[in-house]
């Protein structure tokens, strides 16, 4: 599998959690599926969903301001509710809704006339269609998937209607997707309720590659996919190849009011330095209101996290992962042609920032954003026995708010020493 270039330049995209969720501010979904509430009151929140105030040019210019280079919009979760006037079922807010129109084809647009490449979210699962919960899989690999929204009764199974489901639903609606609006990424979820073998995604990646060759696709298709997409947090040990980061500005993902522990900036720009450090991308959600507007703390967020990436954006898209953490307290990045190192510091730095393990000399060490030139030098070491010392860059007296990052300007590709040093 050949990722596409574009995607692991990008670093940054935005999430786009809305649907008609967002009118009673209840969780996406699983809110019905828990009992939270019956499904026919989830569903009375179609006659609520207006999207009056749904500017996608807005969106746009907010998710390029804040640094990204591609969304990925939501249409369909797994309630079943398709953004845009589908052919496949009755259940779309084209057709059910005051909004009364196609919302996915104007976020499209809207994304290309900003240079951002056009995600779209769908799920696989759908737990209002009747064809949807007819077989079961070989075992039940989280078992409070055994719900009724999700399975039919043990010896229930009907397997004409799971193959109803999956021609005329599922590879309906992908195909109305993709001939319709053209995505770069599609981004799905809800796989777990079946076996590999059930929903073949083999042949699904087949089929969306044989209609559009270029289209990368996530890692939820069971083995299928072309990265993998961690949740909420930036894992400890990160992924082998491309990855993805999914995570919330506040707690939730879809709007819900009550969701005010909105991250700072600074928590922000944190998560989004140690996932790209680590060679990932983070995919930052944003639930909007029904009417189509996004939060405002939400957009200062992305405001903050864009001014940041601005200021150190050489650091930023064309690098790759840094070094292992040990020879650098913090994340770092590594410029394309490997001659250049950026090391992050959270913290405002004191006396001196340490890197082991450097064999490289060091033409020059700058802060990010305001050029300033930094000295440093190296300290111990065994030369003759190949051991580098250790680099000492002194701190700054210029520091950044969020994140200060150094740039260290090699004297050819970058040598580390792993070894255990001489004894």
């Known amino acids: 599998m050949t990722m596409q270039r574009w995607f692991t330049e990008a670093k940054l995209g935005i999430f786009v959690h809305w649907g008609i969720y967002a009118v009673d501010g209840v969780p996406e979904s699983w809110s019905f599926y828990g009992g939270d509430l019956t499904r026919e009151a989830y569903m009375r929140q179609l006659d609520g969903f207006t999207a009056a105030r749904y500017r996608p040019d807005d969106w746009a210019r907010l998710f390029a301001r804040a640094g ?114 053209r995505p770069d990424l599609l981004w799905f979820d809800g796989a777990w309720e079946r076996d590999e073998s059930q929903w073949r995604m083999g042949e699904l990646r087949e089929e969306i590659l044989r209609q559009r060759p270029l289209t990368v696709l996530n890692g939820r298709m069971l083995g299928h996919g072309d990265y993998a997409t961690p949740e909420l947090g930036v894992p400890i040990t990160p992924p082998e190849g491309p990855w993805e980061l999914c995570y919330t500005i506040g707690d939730a993902w879809g709007y819900q009011p009550q969701d005010t522990h909105h991250k700072s900036v600074r928590e922000l720009v944190r998560v989004f330095a140690e996932t790209i450090g680590h060679g990932g991308n983070l995919l930052l959600n944003t639930g ?129 020493y792993r070894g255990h040093g001489v004894g």
Request: aromatic share 8%; glycine share 8%.
């Open 68 to 181: 990204a280079r591609y969304a990925v919009l939501t249409t369909k979760h797994h309630d079943g509710v398709a953004l845009w006037d589908t052919r496949c079922t009755d259940l779309s807010v084209a057709d059910r809704t005051p909004a009364a129109l196609d919302l996915v084809g104007p976020f499209a647009e809207a994304l290309r006339r900003h240079d951002l490449r056009v995600g779209l979210y769908y799920s696989h699962s759908d737990w209002s269609h009747p064809d949807y919960p007819t077989v079961r899989p070989s075992s039940l690999h989280r078992p409070w998937a055994d719900n009724r929204f999700a399975m039919p009764a043990p010896g229930e199974e009907d397997p004409e209607r799971w193959e109803r489901y999956l021609r005329n639903v599922h590879r309906g609606q992908i195909r109305e997707l993709l001939s319709r609006y």
């Open 288 to 416: 909007p209101r029904a009417d189509g507007t996004i939060v405002e703390e939400h957009a200062q967020r992305l405001e903050g996290l864009g001014g940041w990436i601005r200021d150190n954006q050489e650091a930023v898209y064309a690098t790759e992962r840094g070094v292992p953490y040990g020879h650098h307290y913090g994340p770092s990045m590594l410029s394309k042609d490997r001659r250049t190192l950026f090391l992050v510091c959270f913290d405002t730095p004191r006396e001196f920032i340490e890197l082991r393990g450097l064999k490289n000399k060091v033409r020059k060490v700058s802060v990010l954003g305001s050029g300033a030139e930094v000295a440093h030098r190296v300290v111990g070491g065994f030369p003759s026995g190949g051991v580098p010392g250790v680099l000492r860059v002194a701190a700054p007296t210029l520091h950044d708010p969020y994140a200060t990052v150094l740039a260290l300007e090699l004297d050819g590709e970058i040598e580390l």
